[in-house]
Structure formats: structure tokens, C-alpha cells
């Protein structure tokens, strides 16, 4: 058995989504999986009770704000499992069983539409908000239909706004007029597959014939649009996405001049009211004075463009600390930071000329992790924070800066966390860098099944949540619970994205084959009881510890994964991640990504661990074939191969609790299995 290699793929057929032979190598292996790992009862009690957790009607409606005093929340459950778009009144968000407002019912839509619809978010009309813009996706994809929906009437707006299947940027402007980028055809798109061209889109005109105010290049990411209708501060903004962390940022002005934002190219930046923020991705010196990355500074925005550099230091990294994100009140700032991976909240107050005011945010119970859910600018200085932890529900309550905070809604516990602990450890990766992560379950136990998770790129950070699924299927049953927070995340800010960037995206790797050595060595499992998963960019990160590190572990979970390092640029939204992985068309990158890349990395004469490989039809950003084709692979090596491919779901898999369900009670019925000997119905 040789190697994948350049211009030598054999199961390159299986790319083709729904070709027959492909369809029918999907059914074969969906069903010897099927076969394999379900249909007994323990298993159909796992699954039900998963379901259970994901339909309980005690779960807290977490809302959303949109400026106009209502509690909106999309809700799920046995009875609605597409769901219902709804809204209340805080007097009776406060009751334990509120009267919602159902505005769409997407199970009573599809049925009359005989369309697999699932829900994709809405655009509320700012101000008035009596109109907004419905994203629609046919089995959970990213492109979606957009249709006009008529919060007074209950109904789509007949001749209204109305944009075919694309991975559509849609934004109101007025009552009368949106900035759209969609799919006109030739030249709308970018090579990503995003938008490449805004156009000004007035009421009861045809889109093609929409003015066109911005574009961009069919090599960036994607070109957008944006209005922001604060009164007093309309303005509107354009730009292009260069590649995943790069950005060019104008003002439109009244005549469709176009003046610069002028931050730096990688920074993130935000503007609420008067007040310009810019959080850095690499260190940008200005007047004389160099600030680092991962600094967060504030300056007065129309000051700013017109030329003045006065700017305000707000947050500054540290060897521990990192920003996570911030959110703004009508008068206030939140700042929400990581101290090794543990989430604070601060409350910055602008003060004239005395500079800004720091003060802790009120609401946040000692021990914690907190997380603000939602504010309303618009409308004042009220917020919802939650917090929980890996062992305890969450807690939603509600405060109002300078003012009161009242519980909510509490999370109801979905297991028993008697005897659990959680505890956060460091290993030592290969090149000394210290690495953190988090144990949880029961710290008097033997070594036994221990699942490790982890993700390592884009600057995602994997931070302390409660998971009643997790915690029935494995918890529950006697297993330990671990997360690793590798370099490649965003859990201490840029330099710990940018230390697995690129070319140095094997620091992942390491630093999770750290973690799983550091498990052995305390105790905690051993290699063949230790199993891991990880979806997408973590999916990369499975198949990447499968061929690197193949007596690590006893079992593998890649979902949604990329897989084929050389091919992934070419397929679906693929080409927008050469930033964060290297450009397999250049000879100086591929000779990296080929080092890596797990489907050029499989060798005949080797055992690996058993995997189980889960992915969608229907994902249409990480493209099935990586799955699909890795899953052949190592098939034709002989290797322990399960497989199951979703008919929908997106790039979440699922569409649905039921399917979610069956995926989660799946993957962990294959975990015991491997792990243990057992079925996981004990």
C-alpha cells in the first residue's frame, strides 16, 4: 500500500457529494455502523436519555435583545424539534413558565412548504423593528434562503426583500433599503465562495439591477457592508476581507466617498457612539509608543479618522491574562478576560477627562465562569450575565449597572456530580511551553476511560461550560472529562494563536500529545483507556494525533474534519483558512502542510487506533470528502474504521435534537466500546 501523494489519489471520487458511486459507499459504510454500535438497548437508552437533555423544558430560553424591550428567544424540544421563534416581556420572563408571542413556527413553515428548513438567524429592523430579514437553510448549511418577515402581520412580506439559496451578508439600511452581497452569478462571489460585490438594495427593484457601492477581489474572503443606526452616529461602512484576519475598513461618506478607517489590517475594531476601539492582533506603534498585541485601546472615532492619535490604553496582555471579548452598554464597557482559561468580568466607565473609571462587574458568584449573553445599547445599561462551570448549571441573571441584579432562571442539574472535582493541570510540551487543561471527574478513581478533547486554531478558546449530555454519557458512567487548551486558541491571546500559525501548526499537536503523556503519567488513564475527539479545526487536530502519535491513545473521534491538507483550499469555503494554514499551492507551504496533513501521513505496515469518523452531506464549509476519503484509506490499510455521514445537518452535523441525539449517543457507545470493553449502559 503506497502513500497519498500529489496526482496520486484513488479515492478521489468520494469529493463527488452526490455522485452514486460515492452515495453508495456512504450507505455501506453508514450502515455497518449503524449495525456495529446501535439498535440494543443500552444504547436506545442512551439515546433517550441524551434526548432528554435536550428537550427538557427546564432548560433556561437563553433571549436576545434587539432594542425594542423584548425577550426573543429560538426554542427546541420534543414537540417542536425545528423549532419556534418567539418573544415575552421581562414581567413574564420572570415567571417559571412564561407566555411566549410565537412569531415563526419553522415546523408548521416547512410542512406547508414541504421544505427541509432549518433555522439560521434573523435581522431585526433597527429602529422600529417591525420588520426583519429570516435566514432559512435547507438542512443546515451555510447558504441560506433570506426572506422578509412582518412582525405585526405574522407573515413574510408579500414582494418583499427575497434572496435565493447563497451564502448571502444581508443588513438593513432603512425600512426601504438593505446592503446585500449574494450569488448574481460570474464574479459575485470570491473564490471562498462569500460575496465579493455590495450592492444598495431599494424596495420593489430587482436585485441585479441594485446599486453596487463596494468590491472586492475574487481572491479576498469576502466583502461587507454595514449601518449602524444609533441616532445622532449613523454611519455606514464597507470592506473587504483580504483572508481570514485581515481587514480594509472604509466610511462611506454621503456623496460615496470611501475615507479609510485607519487601524492596522489584522486588528479588530468596533465603533459605539463617539468611541473607536481597536484590539490588536500584532503590536502597532503609534505616535511613539508601541502597543503590544492583544491590547485593546480606545479612541474618539470622528477625532481619529481625521487624523488626531489619542488613544487610550484599556487592556494590556500578560504572561496569564488574555482579552476574550468586550460588549458595551449604552454608557459602559464589559470587559470579559481569560486568567489561565478562567473567564473575569470588568466594568470600564469613560469619564471626561479623568480617563476611564474600572470598577468589577456586579452579578458574578465567587468561583464562576461568568458570560455576558446579552445587552441592549440602544436601550440602557442592563445586561444578562450567566455563569457556570464544567460541574455546576448555569445561572441567568439579570443587572443593570449601578442597580440591582436578580436571578432569573437556573439550570436544572442533568447528572449527579457527587464525588467529581474539577482540577486544572500543565504539561510541558515539547518545547517547554506550559500548557493548561482542565480534569474533570472523580479524583479518587483508578486509571479508567478518560476522554480528551481540544481544538487549537483560529483563536478559539475552550473555556469551563455546564453539559448535561456529557455529563449523563460519561460522567455518569464512571468516565473522567478532560479539555485541553492548546496553542493555536485564543485562550492567552494572539501569541498563543500565533505560536501554531501556519508553519508551526505541529505546536498543536505537541502540546495536545503533552496533555495525553501528562493524563498517564498522574494517574488518570492510560493510553489504550484514553480517547479523544475534536470537530473541524479540531477534527484536523484528531487526524493529525492519529498518524503522529498513534500508540497514544486507544480511540479517535474525528467530526466534521479536515483531513486532505493538499485539496482543502479547493473545497467549499476552504480557500478562506490559507491564513491560518498555508497555501498548498505554494511549494514553500505545502512542504509543511505535507508533513502534517493526516491523509498523506497514513503508512502501510502501522496500527492505529480505531476511529470513528462523523460528518454531513450537507456541510457545505468543511467538504465531506476529507471524511470520506481518510475513512478509505485507512480502510484499505486494514485499520478499526466506523463511519457515519449525516444526510443533513451542516457543518454542526445535526439539524435537529434527535439527530443530535443519535450522533452523541453514537460517538460515546464507540468511546466505551474502545476503551473499556464495554457497552456505556452501565
Known amino acids: 500500500m503506497t502513500l497519498i501523494d500529489e496526482g496520486d489519489d484513488p479515492y478521489r471520487w468520494l469529493e463527488e457529494l ?24 443500552a444504547f436506545v437508552a442512551m439515546q433517550a436519555e441524551i434526548r432528554q437533555v435536550l428537550d427538557a423544558d427546564d432548560r433556561i430560553p437563553y433571549p436576545g435583545w434587539r432594542g425594542d424591550g423584548f425577550y426573543y428567544d429560538y426554542w427546541r424540544d420534543a414537540a417542536h424539534p425545528r423549532g419556534l421563534w418567539r418573544r415575552t416581556t421581562l414581567a413574564e420572563y420572570r415567571r417559571p413558565e412564561p407566555a411566549w408571542d410565537v412569531l415563526l413556527d419553522l415546523d408548521a413553515l416547512a410542512a406547508a412548504e414541504d421544505e427541509n428548513w432549518v433555522w439560521d438567524g434573523v435581522t431585526v429592523l433597527r429602529p422600529g423593528h417591525r420588520r426583519c430579514l429570516v435566514s432559512l437553510s435547507r438542512g443546515g448549511k451555510d447558504a441560506v434562503v433570506v426572506r422578509e418577515y412582518d412582525l405585526d402581520t405574522r407573515a413574510f412580506v408579500p414582494d418583499g426583500f427575497t434572496l435565493a439559496e447563497a451564502k448571502s451578508d444581508v443588513t438593513w439600511i432603512d425600512a426601504d433599503q438593505i446592503y446585500v452581497g449574494t450569488d448574481l452569478g460570474p464574479g459575485s462571489l470570491t473564490v471562498s465562495g462569500y460575496p465579493r460585490v455590495i450592492r444598495r438594495w431599494r424596495r420593489g427593484t430587482p436585485v441585479s439591477e441594485a446599486e453596487i457601492v463596494y468590491e472586492g477581489q475574487a481572491d479576498d474572503v469576502s466583502a461587507y457592508a454595514s449601518h449602524d443606526p444609533t441616532p445622532g452616529y449613523e454611519r455606514d461602512f464597507v470592506g473587504r476581507s483580504l483572508d481570514f484576519y485581515r481587514t480594509r475598513s472604509f466610511l462611506l461618506t454621503p456623496d460615496g466617498g470611501q475615507v479609510p478607517v485607519p487601524v492596522p489590517e489584522d486588528a479588530q475594531w468596533d465603533v459605539h457612539r463617539e468611541w473607536l476601539l481597536v484590539r490588536l492582533r500584532t503590536p502597532w506603534e503609534v505616535a511613539g509608543v508601541t502597543h503590544p498585541a492583544g491590547a485593546l485601546l480606545a479612541t474618539r472615532f470622528d477625532d481619529f479618522v481625521a487624523g488626531g492619535r489619542d488613544l487610550t490604553v484599556l487592556f494590556e496582555p500578560d504572561e496569564r491574562t488574555a482579552l476574550g471579548y468586550h460588549v458595551w452598554t449604552r454608557h459602559h464597557l464589559i470587559l470579559a478576560t481569560l486568567v489561565d482559561v478562567h473567564r473575569r468580568l470588568e466594568l470600564l466607565t469613560p469619564d471626561g477627562a479623568s480617563g476611564w473609571r474600572r470598577t468589577p462587574l456586579a452579578g458574578v458568584p465567587e468561583g464562576d465562569e461568568p458570560w455576558i449573553v446579552d445587552t441592549d445599547p440602544d436601550l440602557g445599561d442592563d445586561y444578562l450575565i450567566a455563569s457556570t462551570g464544567y460541574l455546576r448549571p448555569a445561572s441567568l441573571r439579570l443587572g443593570r449597572v449601578g442597580g440591582p441584579v436578580e436571578t432569573l ?48 486554531g483560529f483563536e478559539v478558546s475552550l473555556t469551563p461550560h455546564y453539559d448535561g449530555v456529557l455529563g449523563r454519557g460519561w460522567l455518569a458512567r464512571g468516565g473522567t472529562y478532560v479539555v485541553a487548551n492548546i496553542r493555536g486558541g485564543g485562550e492567552y491571546g494572539p501569541r498563543w494563536h500565533r505560536a501554531a500559525l501556519r508553519e508551526n501548526r505541529p505546536r498543536a ?51 466534521v474534519p479536515l483531513l486532505d491538507m493538499r485539496r482543502y483550499h479547493l473545497l ?18 505545502w512542504a509543511f502542510l505535507r508533513g502534517y496533513s493526516p491523509y498523506h501521513n497514513v503508512r502501510p505496515g502501522v496500527t492505529y487506533p480505531p476511529v470513528l469518523f462523523v460528518t454531513s452531506t450537507r456541510d457545505d464549509r468543511v467538504h465531506p470528502g476529507h471524511a470520506r476519503k481518510m475513512a478509505a484509506l ?49
Open 634 to 682: 485507512l480502510s484499505a490499510h486494514g485499520q478499526d474504521v466506523s463511519y457515519y455521514e449525516n444526510v443533513e445537518g451542516g457543518h454542526g452535523a445535526a439539524s435537529n435534537n434527535e439527530q443530535r441525539a443519535f450522533l452523541s449517543a453514537l460517538t460515546l457507545r464507540f468511546l466505551w466500546q474502545r476503551l473499556s470493553g464495554g457497552d456505556g449502559g452501565s
Open 409 to 456: 432562571k437556573r439550570e436544572p442539574a442533568f447528572f449527579d456530580a457527587t464525588g467529581l472535582t474539577v482540577r486544572q493541570f500543565f504539561a510541558t510540551s515539547a518545547d517547554g511551553t506550559r500548557v493548561p487543561y482542565s480534569v474533570v471527574g472523580d479524583p479518587t478513581a483508578a486509571a479508567g476511560p478518560t476522554l480528551l478533547t481540544g481544538y487549537g
Open 572 to 589: 467549499l469555503a476552504g480557500a478562506s483558512w490559507t491564513a491560518e494554514y498555508g497555501d498548498p499551492d505554494d511549494p514553500a507551504d
Open 18 to 41: 452526490d455522485a452514486e458511486p460515492a452515495a453508495a459507499w456512504v450507505r455501506e459504510r453508514n450502515a455497518a455502523t449503524v449495525a456495529a454500535l446501535t439498535g440494543d438497548d
Open 509 to 559: 499537536y505537541e502540546d495536545f500529545a503533552a496533555v495525553a503523556t501528562d493524563l498517564v503519567a498522574r494517574g488518570i488513564t492510560t493510553a489504550p483507556q484514553l480517547g479523544i475527539e475534536g470537530g473541524s479545526n479540531g477534527g484536523l487536530l484528531m487526524g493529525a494525533v492519529l498518524t503522529r502519535y498513534p500508540t497514544l491513545v486507544g480511540a479517535v473521534v474525528a467530526n
